[in-house]
């Protein structure tokens, strides 16, 4: 299984990835990670990234791409990967499309994690997390039995300044904005899979695998 995860922050893709990993037994790739450790090691990719880091911009695409390329060359990699984070955009997807076909391991789909916009604006904005043991709770779809506190330790429950409505609609936006060109893209090289992702999280896994494993070579 090859696939790309895209989904807008509050769709449950963290979620779903880790149950694919867990049932198939491939890692989760997310490019973000790659890139701290990659500097916490301090490889010559990572050293790379930190000095434009430190500059103050933005890690080029192809020293992304060298860190896919190392990280998909491990064994855990050899039966599939989940990657997530990347690409962002038609010339990182393109820049994609070479890389796999050089290593010979062709994308199997892009799944779209499909969450109407003010579903994802209410799983957002009630968030509320508990100071003391880090646990998340939702106001709309997952509360705590006493309001305000934490039903696994009894500490105080905390909405994050930046989980309001305003800041929330913005990174919404900006993601829809980013991710619809990318959407056609893979459509247009009938690798799309659009997976409704409302309802419970055992639901939306089954839909998951059901878009995805019709998409895998001998399936």
Same mark, same amino acid.
């Given at each position: 299984m090859r696939i790309i995860l895209l989904g807008a922050p509050g769709s449950g893709k963290g979620t779903q990835a880790q149950k694919l990993v867990a049932q198939f037994n491939i890692p989760q790739v997310s490019t973000g990670d790659l890139l701290r450790e990659a500097v916490a090691k301090g490889t010559d990719l990572g050293q790379?990234?930190?000095?434009? !880091?430190?500059?103050?911009? &933005?890690?080029?695409? #192809?020293?992304?791409? %060298? !860190?896919?390329?190392?990280? &998909?060359?491990?064994? #855990?990699?050899?039966? %599939?990967?989940?990657?997530?984070g990347f690409p962002r955009n038609i010339a990182q997807a393109q820049s994609l499309d070479v890389l796999l076909e050089e290593l010979g391991t062709p994308l199997d789909a892009a799944v779209l994690m499909d969450v109407d916009f003010d579903v994802l604006l209410k799983r957002l904005t009630g968030r509320r997390?508990?100071?003391?043991?880090?646990?998340?709770?939702?106001?709309?779809?997952?509360?705590p039995g006493k309001e305000g506190l934490c039903d696994a330790c009894g500490g105080e429950l905390v909405h994050r300044a930046d989980d309001n409505e305003e800041t929330i609609s913005q990174r919404l936006?900006?993601?829809?904005?980013?991710?619809?060109?990318?959407?056609?893209?893979?459509?247009?090289?009938?690798?799309?899979?659009?997976?409704?992702?409302?309802?419970?999280?055992?639901s939306v896994y089954e839909r998951l695998v059901a878009a995805v494993v019709p998409s895998l070579p001998g399936a």
């Open positions: 790379r990234a930190k000095a434009v !880091m430190d500059a103050g911009e &933005l890690v080029s695409d #192809d020293i992304v791409l %060298g !860190m896919i390329r190392e990280r &998909l060359g491990k064994p #855990d990699a050899a039966a %599939g990967f989940i990657l997530d997390t508990c100071k003391a043991c880090g646990r998340v709770f939702n106001i709309h779809f997952f509360p936006r900006v993601y829809e904005a980013q991710t619809s060109p990318l959407v056609e893209f893979y459509e247009g090289r009938n690798k799309l899979k659009v997976v409704p992702a409302e309802g419970e999280i055992e």
